[in-house]
């Protein structure tokens, strides 16, 4: 298994800002994962972190709007650039687990809030 | 294209009751299907997986192929299983996951 810890676990933003979420996980992983949970909404996937080269964004999230970094196999970070109240979701990192499994280990998430 | 359909948003049943909680997918390959769950309060976890074949609190899941469901069961509900489940999708080895829109199971006393 694997515990993952993420910062801030909640915050309340002004629209045009942008918030810098971090992911530290407390052993080397290969695969992190970014996902969107919109208010009654299911989890989206908005990227997969890779280390030392771009993020793979799904269909609909760009990376001038989520960049992504993952320096090394335990952190990564994403942020939400210029955000809207359209942003307001609890944003989730993930891992996953042995290659064989395919589980995935969540954080507790990040909700934010744009006013 | 792969998707994951939870027909029910909200399911409530009385605590001894069997539970049944939908889930449908597409996909053109041979996937892996898994059952997340929520409780309150607490952080997505994984409660099983079809490869394993394996019952976790009571809960079971059969992979029908043929019908391309994976239906989460329970012959006997428990007020501690009231929590919000999610049904999965994944290729594997850690590729990309997708989710259902999830189901809330609420089991009354």
């Known amino acids: 298994s694997a515990v993952i810890s993420q910062k801030p676990s909640r915050d309340i933003c002004q629209r045009g800002t942008s918030l810098t979420i971090q992911c530290q996980v407390d052993?080397?992983?290969?695969?992190m994962f970014w996902y969107r949970q919109q208010p009654g909404q299911s989890l989206t996937l908005i990227a997969t972190?890779?280390?030392?080269?771009?993020?793979?964004?799904e269909s609909g999230f760009v990376i001038d709007k989520f960049p992504i970094s993952r320096p090394n196999l335990t952190f990564s970070t994403l942020t939400v650039s210029n955000m809207s109240p359209e942003d307001s979701s609890i944003y989730l990192c993930?891992?996953?687990?042995?290659?064989?499994?395919?589980?995935?280990?969540f954080g507790e998430g990040s909700r934010l809030t744009v006013l | 294209a792969q998707r994951v359909t939870q027909p029910e948003k909200l399911l409530s049943v009385f605590k001894g009751a069997p539970v049944e909680l939908k889930c449908n997918y597409s996909?053109?390959?041979?996937?892996?299907l898994f059952w997340y769950v929520q409780y309150s309060r607490q952080r997505l976890q994984l409660l099983l997986r079809h490869i394993s074949r394996e019952s976790i609190k009571g809960f079971t899941a059969d992979l029908n192929k043929g019908e391309t469901s994976f239906h989460l069961k329970k012959p006997f509900a428990q007020e501690e299983d009231s929590a919000m489940y999610y049904c999965?999708?994944?290729?594997?080895?850690?590729?990309?996951?997708?989710f259902g829109a999830g189901t809330r199971l609420f089991v009354k006393a």
């Open positions: 972190a890779n280390q030392g080269s771009e993020a793979t964004y």
């Open positions: 999965a999708l994944s290729r594997g080895g850690g590729f990309k996951t997708i």
């Open positions: 996909y053109s390959g041979s996937p892996e």
């Open positions: 052993s080397q992983v290969t695969m």
């Open positions: 993930s891992v996953s687990g042995a290659r064989t499994t395919g589980e995935l280990f």
